[in-house]
């Protein structure tokens, strides 16, 4: 069955074999309140449901204190974070740079030394940050959603109880209509307070710092989402429409890219000190 994470009732934690496991619980080593959880379930479920009553012939003991581990990752996140940082750092300069361009270039208009159609036909510059900028937040968006799906699965293996979604879910809610305006919030919410405090987490209030994180990234959305109406350059009204919500896309962009570093920063420490953490 691979590694088996325990909790026993007074909150320590461990992780077993299960050769381990059945050799503790038919020993008596194990209090019958404890509750275990292995990659692959939806919840921490009790020991009992697993293993059984303990044989009546068992001593009653308590696994000795010495016994326990500090929390541990389920899959270590620290290179992908890094790299996620990297990325999204990556993202504010190049979106710094769009910014200035897309700003130059609707100046140029307004003074009439270019027209919109010979931008959409002869503009290398554009297209090559427009590649860049399009590439970057591809591979931005994939590694993000990958660190997500690791940092739900590490809140699952704290022993987290009650928790609302999972790995699976917690990336798939960013392609449900209508559940994608809420539900990516509501999952990066849990996982800053879970990784806070695991036995706790329900009590904890949310951050500050999800609410900026979705807020900015409702308003990034909806304008790159309108900035491609005048793509076809069919009418100037159609460009100059297009040419201000692209710049508007740019300008969110900056601030959403820094509150997504901050925030990946801030739930891999809080992570990194659970299970740096002694008993």
């Not at 080593?29 to 009553?53: A, F, H, K, V």
């Not at 016994?67 to 300069?93: H, I």
Request: hydrophobic fraction near 45%; charge should be neutral; aromatic fraction near 12%.
């Amino acid at each position: 069955m691979g590694t088996i994470y325990l909790r026993y009732p007074d909150g320590q934690r461990t992780k077993r074999s299960e050769e381990e496991i059945r050799r503790l619980w038919s020993g008596g080593l194990m209090p019958s309140g404890t509750i275990y959880w292995q990659e692959g379930m939806s919840e921490w479920r009790p020991i009992t449901e697993w293993l059984g009553d303990r044989p009546q012939t068992a001593p009653l003991m308590v696994q000795p204190a010495l016994e326990a581990e500090s929390y541990q990752f389920v899959v270590d996140p620290a290179a992908l974070t890094k790299f996620l940082q990297g990325l999204l750092c990556a993202d504010v300069a190049v979106a710094c740079l769009a910014l200035v361009v897309d700003l130059g270039e609707l100046v140029r208009v307004q003074l009439g030394q270019l027209t919109p159609d010979q931008l959409a036909s002869n503009d290398p510059v554009q297209v090559v940050i427009g590649l860049l900028q399009g590439g970057l937040g591809l591979v931005t968006g994939l590694v993000f959603l990958r660190w997500i799906y690791r940092a739900y699965k590490n809140i699952q293996g704290f022993g987290a109880e009650g928790l609302r979604f999972s790995p699976g879910w917690a990336v798939g809610y960013y392609f449900v209509p209508f559940l994608s305006l809420f539900r990516p919030a509501q999952v990066m919410s849990e996982i800053w307070r879970v990784s806070q405090d695991p036995q706790n987490w329900i009590q904890r209030r949310g951050s500050w710092l999800v609410g900026i994180w979705w807020a900015f990234f409702l308003l990034y959305s909806f304008a790159t989402g309108l900035s491609g109406l005048g793509l076809d350059g069919s009418t100037n009204d159609q460009w100059w429409l297009a040419a201000i919500f692209a710049i508007l896309g740019d300008l969110f962009s900056v601030p959403l890219s820094i509150a997504t570093l901050r925030l990946v920063t801030e739930i891999y420490k809080h992570q990194k000190n659970l299970v740096e953490r002694v008993h």
